[in-house]
């Protein structure tokens, strides 16, 4: 039984990463629906929270079908941190993840995500600061380093252990790599294999079928594995994987319904949460995988990825319904 501090996730986890624009309340749902054990929300600047900003408090919420989950902050600033993880405490959730690991320039540029890969000594002061803070478990997400040369997570791993984190995730790339290159899980392993690690270890990078999942998981020993752009349009993924383990087989890929209704229940609690604008907008990246490999699908997309009203798209996805009934196809 794998668990962060008192919280149980079962044998081995599978966990939804935080993707800005991504795991929000509506795709988490559909997510947890498909068998993911824990999910976090999408990363929030410490800074808007301290300063009351709508987009950063709107991420703090959490629904009770989503537990066990955790909510991510991002930032540079120590004593904003502090504040925030009052804020985050505040919230209920059931862990608070500090994220180490975003490459984005306008974020890293800042020395926040990623950007604290080039001040270790700051990464850990930052860190301890949060644990002596809050009551809630604290998480990290992280990379193996800002670039080939600073490739210095095993030795993060055990200085954030030593400050009292209670599981780190560890996306297998740097951050110059971006999500560019495959994904490197050596190091991810070597830190398995630290008999002081004791903490639970999560691998995240490229892992992309149940095959892989389970080949990564026998190779590199880890506690579980978090899956971040596999999963975009894709919450199926949680449910395929957890049926390899379980039975050695490939179970067969969503029908039209299922896709159609995954789909429809996303729309709905998107325009539901963020507004008809931005929830429409918002989901319009998912499109592509959740009718990935069906025939002649490029119209229909393109009328899903341009439509701004409601009722038409809709009445698109019921069209597709009756269009592919009966076909068969292949997530690819």
């Given at each position: 039984m794998v668990k962060i501090a008192?919280?149980?996730?079962?044998?081995?986890?599978?966990?939804?990463?935080?993707?800005?624009?991504?795991?929000?309340?509506?795709?988490?749902?559909?997510?947890?629906?498909q068998g993911c054990d824990l999910m976090y929300t999408e990363f929030i600047s410490v800074e808007g929270l301290i300063r009351d900003a709508t987009k950063s408090v709107e991420k703090l919420d959490i629904y009770d079908y989503e537990r066990p989950i955790g909510i991510q902050i991002f930032g540079a600033n120590i004593e904003s941190m502090v504040k925030a993880a009052?804020?985050?405490?505040?919230?209920?959730?059931?862990?608070?993840?500090?994220?180490?690991?975003?490459?984005?320039?306008?974020?890293?540029?800042?020395?926040?995500?990623?950007?604290?890969?080039?001040?270790?000594?700051?990464?850990?002061?930052?860190?301890?600061?949060?644990?002596?803070?809050?009551?809630?478990?604290?998480?990290v997400k992280t990379r193996l380093g800002w670039d080939d040369n600073t490739k210095y997570i095993e030795e993060v791993a055990e200085r954030l252990q030593d400050v009292g984190i209670k599981a780190l995730s560890i996306h297998g790339r740097t951050r110059k790599q971006m999500y560019k290159g495959e994904a490197?899980?050596?190091?991810?392993?070597?830190?398995?294999?630290?008999?002081?690690?004791?903490?639970?270890?999560?691998?995240?990078?490229?892992?992309?079928?149940?095959?892989?999942?389970?080949?990564?998981?026998?190779r590199y020993g880890v506690d579980g594995i978090m899956i971040g752009r596999a999963a975009i349009g894709n919450p199926w993924i949680f449910r395929e994987i957890k049926h390899y383990f379980a039975t050695g087989e490939i179970l067969a890929p969503p029908n039209i319904d299922e896709?159609?209704?995954?789909?429809?229940?996303?729309?709905?609690?998107?325009?539901?949460?963020?507004?008809?604008?931005?929830?429409?907008?918002?989901?319009?990246?998912h499109y592509t995988n959740y009718f990935r490999g069906l025939p002649g699908v490029k119209e229909y997309r393109k009328t899903l990825v341009s439509e701004y009203e409601p009722e038409t798209l809709f009445k698109v996805l019921e069209e597709m319904r009756k269009i592919y009934a009966g076909v068969d196809t292949l997530l690819v």
């Open positions: 008192d919280i149980e996730l079962g044998e081995f986890p599978l966990l939804l990463a935080p993707m800005e624009d991504v795991s929000d309340p509506p795709f988490r749902a559909l997510c947890k629906e009052d804020i985050v405490e505040a919230a209920q959730p059931e862990l608070l993840d500090i994220n180490f690991g975003c490459p984005v320039k306008k974020v890293t540029c800042k020395g926040a995500g990623a950007g604290i890969l080039q001040d270790i000594p700051k990464m850990v002061k930052l860190t301890k600061a949060i644990v002596d803070r809050t009551n809630l478990p604290v998480t490197d899980w050596t190091l991810i392993g070597a830190i398995k294999d630290n008999p002081r690690i004791t903490i639970p270890i999560f691998g995240n990078g490229d892992i992309d079928s149940p095959q892989k999942a389970e080949a990564y998981r026998n896709r159609v209704d995954a789909a429809r229940d996303h729309l709905r609690r998107s325009i539901d949460w963020k507004g008809p604008k931005l929830g429409i907008l918002e989901m319009r990246r």
